[in-house]
């Protein structure tokens, strides 16, 4: 199996095009086109990292983190990031990052978190925008069926709904000119077909692989499409997710259940409020930004990372924010990505590091 079979993968799971601007999400290192030997699972990629993966015969290491992520303007071994990029070239291993992309889909990293707080009704806190896109496409009656099936391994899901589109039927005309080779009619005269206008939305960084998907089984030698950006959100993609307990806590039975469940030294939080939790917002990561969202939301406590001391003041007796650490709110990232490819490719080895890479440590 090659490299490339398993970046598949992964970019079905979470595609490029949903990572954010500032990202740098991808194949990093490598040729995607090498034989892959093994893999292995990390949060982020150090020079211990590439060296496991040499002692253990595995050519991919897979990293939530980019290791390139401000850019490279020299490669001499000065930093932690350059002898991890050389140690990395000099092996043979390739490094394929998958970060806000993963971030972005509500079965990704927050889903985890979600699944060890055993939350419940989970909806995106800030769903990504102008990421659907429709393809509107034209098919003879008895191919519909064929044409919609083949559009509906690429797109057509709505939330919980998958296989949805739109129909109708109507007359389309043509004239094929010389050389053509028409599928009904004759060269030369105007011939009229009964046909299904079909409509189908899709995740727009899929756009080439549903073209693909609607000209390997339409029957007319040119297929009509048309495709349309659209500015719909969905609850499928965006950051954060909100979910309901399944009973309610305290605020300080929440925050030691965080604690035996995230094998957290500490919680950094702002003041209690003294409120019984039944609601909880959760981003792995940096999630200050979703701060006023999180409020809005409903939910009693946020849960999220890298909070700065004047963000704090944001909770303004209306949330408790409960700032984890970024490691320690992202750590299930590597059990996810394991237990999805490992599901994928059973046959093939699939590791989990056993190098521990948060930097942050504590004096207790």
Request: with cysteine; proline share 3%.
């Amino acid at each position: 199996m090659k490299i490339v079979d398993i970046i598949k993968c992964l970019e079905t799971l979470a595609s490029l095009h949903l990572q954010e601007d500032y990202d740098n999400a991808g194949l990093l290192i490598g040729d995607n086109k090498n034989e892959c030997t093994g893999i292995i699972i990390a949060l982020d990629v150090t020079e211990k990292v590439v060296q496991e993966a040499v002692e253990k015969k595995c050519n991919l290491v897979i990293a939530h983190h980019p290791i390139i992520f401000r850019g490279l303007k020299k490669l001499n071994g000065s930093n932690y990031v350059e002898r991890t990029v050389i140690s990395a070239i000099k092996n043979n291993i390739a490094v394929y990052a998958i970060h806000t992309n993963l971030d972005n889909v509500i079965y990704g990293v927050n889903k985890r978190i979600a699944e060890k707080l055993q939350l419940q009704n989970l909806q995106v806190l800030l769903p990504k925008e102008k990421i659907l896109k429709k393809l509107v496409t034209f098919s003879p009656n008895d191919n519909a069926s064929k044409v919609r099936d083949a559009l509906f391994t690429v797109g057509g899901r709505l939330g919980k709904y998958s296989e949805c589109s739109f129909n109708v039927q109507g007359i389309g005309t043509f004239k094929a000119g010389e050389g053509a080779e028409p599928y009904v009619g004759e060269i030369g005269k105007r011939y009229e077909e009964n046909e299904t206008r079909i409509e189908v939305i899709f995740p727009a960084g899929s756009q080439e692989e549903i073209v693909q998907a609607l000209k390997a089984v339409h029957p007319y030698e040119e297929v009509a499409y048309d495709i349309f950006q659209l500015d719909n959100a969905t609850n499928d993609f965006g950051s954060g997710l909100t979910g309901e307990l399944k009973e309610a806590l305290s605020e300080d039975e929440l925050l030691s259940e965080l604690k035996r469940t995230f094998n957290l030294q500490v919680i950094r939080h702002s003041p209690y409020l003294n409120k019984r939790v039944s609601k909880v917002a959760i981003c792995g990561g940096a999630g200050s930004f979703l701060i006023p969202l999180a409020k809005a939301s409903g939910s009693q406590v946020f849960i999220t990372s890298d909070i700065k001391y004047h963000e704090f003041f944001e909770a303004d007796s209306k949330i408790l924010i409960a700032d984890i650490g970024h490691y320690e709110s992202e750590q299930f990232t590597i059990d996810l990505l394991a237990d999805i490819l490992k599901e994928k490719f059973p046959n093939f080895a699939v590791l989990k590091t056993e190098t521990n890479t948060n930097p942050v440590n504590y004096n207790t």
